[in-house]
C-alpha cells in the first residue's frame, strides 16, 4: 500500500508556472505507475499526465502537452508535475495517483489516491 500527499498548488496568473510534488509512503514506490488527474469546478476528474516505473515513458493529455512536465524520483518516493504557461482552464484541483498494474490513463486503473491541491490560473 502507499500514501500520497500533493503539495505546491496555489493561486497564479495565466502564463505562469507552477511545480506540484507528491509524496509516497511506502518501499515499493518504484513499482508503481505514477500519474496526475484533476477536477475542475463542475466537471468530472481527467487524466493530466502519467509515467513509467523506471524507464521514464510518459504520457500527456493533449491539452497540456508541451506545457507539462512529469518526473519521479524514485530514490526519495516524489513525482512532480512540472506547469509552464498555465491557463485559466487549468483551474482545478491536482491529484496524485499510483497505480500497481499497466501503463493507464483511466482513473478506474489506479489504486491509491492523494488528498488534491488546489491550482487557480487567474486570467
Known amino acids: 500500500q502507499v500514501q500520497l500527499v500533493e503539495s505546491g498548488g496555489g493561486s497564479v496568473q495565466a502564463g505562469d508556472s507552477l511545480r506540484l510534488s507528491c509524496a509516497a509512503s511506502?518501499?515499493?514506490?518504484?513499482?508503481?505507475?505514477m500519474g496526475w488527474f484533476r477536477q475542475a469546478p463542475g466537471k468530472e476528474r481527467e487524466f493530466v499526465a502519467a509515467?513509467?516505473?523506471?524507464?521514464?515513458?510518459?504520457y500527456y493529455t493533449d491539452s497540456v502537452k508541451g506545457r507539462f512536465t512529469i518526473s519521479r524520483d524514485n530514490a526519495k518516493n516524489m513525482v512532480y508535475l512540472q506547469m509552464f504557461s498555465l491557463k485559466p482552464e487549468d483551474t482545478a484541483v491536482y491529484y496524485c495517483?499510483?497505480?500497481?498494474?499497466?501503463?493507464?490513463?483511466?482513473?478506474?486503473?489506479?489504486?491509491?489516491w492523494g488528498q488534491g491541491t488546489q491550482v487557480i490560473v487567474s486570467s
Open positions: 511506502g518501499r515499493t514506490f518504484s513499482q508503481y505507475i
Open positions: 495517483a499510483a497505480d500497481r498494474g499497466g501503463f493507464a490513463t483511466t482513473i478506474e486503473q489506479y489504486d491509491y
Open positions: 509515467i513509467n516505473r523506471s524507464d521514464r515513458t510518459t
